[in-house]
Structures are given as C-alpha cells and as structure tokens.
C-alpha cells in the first residue's frame, strides 16, 4: 500500500522561562541569557503534526486532517494555548519548557491518542528561524 505524510498546523501563544531550578541565578542566567528573564516572555509557536501511514482505499485518506485539528485542539492547545507553560501547565512542573521539552510532551499526549499503526512527527516552531523535530525516542 502506498504511504503518505500528512501535516496540519496548529498554533498557540504561550509566556516562558527557561530556568533551572536545581542550578544557581548565575548559572541559569549565563546559560540562558535572555531565556531566562524572571518575568518570562512570549512566544507565538507554531506546531506542524506530520502523520505518516498507508493510504485508506475506502477513503483516500491517511487521516483526517479535521480529526487530527480536533485531536491536537483537545489535547494540546486547550493546555497550551494563551498559558504560562511554567506556572500554568503540569506537564512543566518537573520539565523546564524549553522547545525540545515542549515538542517531547506534545508528542506524547497526542500519540496517546492516535491509532497504533500511524506514525507521528512534530515539528515545533518557536519563531521563524528556530524550530525542533521530534518522532518519538
Ligand atoms: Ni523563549
């Protein structure tokens, strides 16, 4: 059977710090720098979720991209969307939100939620010229 990728792009807003806990101020801001500003910052990310798997002759499809917009609405972006991922988002409560951290989660809870025999890659785009790849592992 013939295979495809299918791709959908979702969107959040979401605020930021990028501090470890467990290292010094002086640690943290020397190896985050702007990153780790107390007071957080912004960032409009943009989520491509690839979905690879045999062409559905019934249906023409690999999936549907409307179901993969309503799985990734329920559950990632109602999480992420318009939140401090530091103080607002559990799944950073132990995880310092960086891109990679933030793509290893997304990656896991919609996994989760999609038929075995499909595979999924992200890609998470944390502004136009920076973004992280993520297929599991
Ligand atoms: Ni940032």
Not at 1 to 27: G, L, Q, Y
């Amino acid at each position: 059977m013939p295979r495809c990728i299918v791709t959908r792009r979702v969107h959040f807003n979401a605020a930021h710090r990028v501090h470890n806990p467990k290292c010094s101020d002086e640690w943290n801001r020397k190896t985050f720098g702007v990153c780790n500003n107390p007071n957080y910052h912004g960032h409009n990310y943009e989520l491509d979720l690839s979905v690879e798997g045999e062409i559905d002759p019934e249906t023409g499809y690999v999936m549907d991209l409307n179901g993969l917009k309503e799985l990734a609405q329920e559950r990632l972006l109602q999480h992420l969307d318009h939140k401090n991922l530091n103080l607002d988002v559990p799944w950073f409560q132990e995880l310092i939100p960086t891109s990679e951290n933030i793509a290893l989660v997304c990656w896991r809870e919609l996994r989760a939620a999609l038929p075995a025999h499909l595979t999924l890659r992200l890609r998470l785009w944390e502004t136009p010229r920076n973004y992280v790849d993520y297929e599991g592992a």
